[in-house]
Every structure is written in C-alpha cells, then in structure tokens.
C-alpha cells in the first residue's frame, strides 16, 4: 500500500532552468520524502524538461508525462497529474514556484487535522510583482534556500498580490463570500477525491486564467472548507509574464464563470464601482455596505463585513 499523503502537480511548458528550481525547492521540504510525490506534466514542451525531471529521480518519487502542443492547456495537464497522483491530497504549484522548506508538512497538518474537506491557499512572496520590480529581485533569489529568499522578500516587502484582499478583508477566508476567487493553481492544495467530485478542471479553458477559479466555485459549492496560511509559504521566481493581456483575459473569464454558475456573489464580477476597479469579495464588501447605509435609519451604526455578508 502506498504510503504517498501529497502529490504536487506541476504543469510546465519550455521553463526547464525555472522547473528545476522548483525541484529543488521540494528536494528540501522537511516532510519525509516517502509521503510525496511530484507529477510533472509537460504541455507539450520542446526543451530538456523531461531529462530535468529525470535528474532528480535520486532525491523525489518523481513522474513525468508529455501531452501534444495544441495551444494553452494548463487545465488539461492539470487533470492529467490529478489522474496519475496517489496522494490523498494535491498540492499544485506552477512552474517557478518554490515552496519553502516547511510548506509541504503544513499542507499535510492543515488536511489531516481538519473535520471537513480543506481547500488552502498557499501565500506566495514575488507573485504578480511588476517587470520593473523583477530586475532588483534577481540579484537576491537563491533556489537552494528558499527559506533565506522567503525572508529576504517578506523584508522588500514584494507580498503576495492577495496581500491587500487580506488586509480589507481580514485573513480568515472562510467568512469571505466567495474565497473560490483567490483560488489560483500557482500554490493550492485540496483532497484528492473533492477534486475527482468537483469534476476537475473544465478544459474548454484554454486560454490564460479563468480554470483555477471556476473549479474553485465547484468546491465551494461542496462545502469545501476555505483556509489561507501564511506558514505554507512559497515564492515565485522573477521572471517576465508569459501573457500581456491579463486583465482582458481574467474579466472575460469572469464573465464566462458567471455566465455557467449564474451565483449571487459572481454577479459581481465586472461590476463598475465609480471606475474603481476591486476584487470580487471587496465589490461584494462595498455593494453590500452602500445597499445597508441606503436601506438603515440616519443614525444606525454601520454593519461589521461579517454582517454585510
């Protein structure tokens, strides 16, 4: 009987130097290298990756399997490493995300601790830093201690994106009305049945962003537990965005997930808020609070986020 708990999925696609650090990082988790396994999918690359992932067949229970070019399929892969995993639990992380030493151990506490079906989210250092940003960053990012790169970033004060979601809205993602939003395959992990239940990731997504998200709705329709912690810590080496157009691809995903589920909370999507531009769980936050004050005697006091959702 395998005694594999994790399997991290990582798809990739001609990144090799940023694919082998990311196995490097995971040759360095504390947890015993006996309860995980790596399950590399290639979305038909054309450089070494495949001799990368067979170099470190010593050191992790590593698999690798190549699917055809046929344009942007991350969701596919996705599936493909979901399918051929063992683990009771999948972590997936993208290609140029290191995971600091500890990270894997948390991912398994967090899930085998919990009463209910976990999804968590992992916090990533450097993630969605501007190009300018990355040039100063480069010079002090070492794969083989991830955990100095983790301190020296959190010391920069290159955050998480999400970093701003969780200071106006609290960190407790739970009592968040939608938390599927921030559900993003760069650093998340999940049960591996919920996964197989939820359906997966919907393939018809074959263009950047859009698939992490509308499968994340699907676990929260099953009552999956959200959870974000900042012990599973990871960073996402510096380089240069592979897609340009990330806010016209992410809105028009948007628009699709709320035209498949038709929910209260993704009606928000897109929704225009005097120009500013916000998060989905923020515009629910400030719709809900404009609709209270309209609604409240002049002298009533203000609701709480928890009540305004």
Known sequence: MSSVKISVVIPTYNRSELLRNTLVALHHQTLDPALFEVVVVDDGGSDDSEAVVRSFADSLNVKYFWQEDEGFRAGKARNIGTAIASGDYVVYIDTGVLLGSTTLQTHLETHEASAYPTVMIGYVYGFEVDDATIEGLMTSVDHEDTDATIEYLHAADALDIRESQYADLGENITSWPAPFDIFWTCHVSAERDELLKAGLFDESFTSWGGEDVDLG?????????????????????????????????????????????????????????????????????????????????AHAPAPSFDEAV
Not at 217 to 241: E, G, I, T, Y
Not at 248 to 259: G, T, V
Not at 268 to 295: C, P, T
């Open 217 to 297: 709705v699907r676990l929260f329709q099953r009552n999956n537990l959200f959870l974000m912690d900042r012990a599973a810590r990871s960073f996402h080496w510096p380089h240069v965005k592979e897609v340009s157009d990330l806010k016209e691809s992410s809105a028009s995903a948007a628009d699709r997930i709320h035209s498949k589920y038709n929910l209260w909370t993704t009606s928000f999507y897109g929704r225009d808020l005097q120009n500013e531009k916000y998060s989905l769980n923020k515009v629910i936050k400030i719709s809900r609070e404009h609709a209270a004050r309209a609604s409240r005697p």
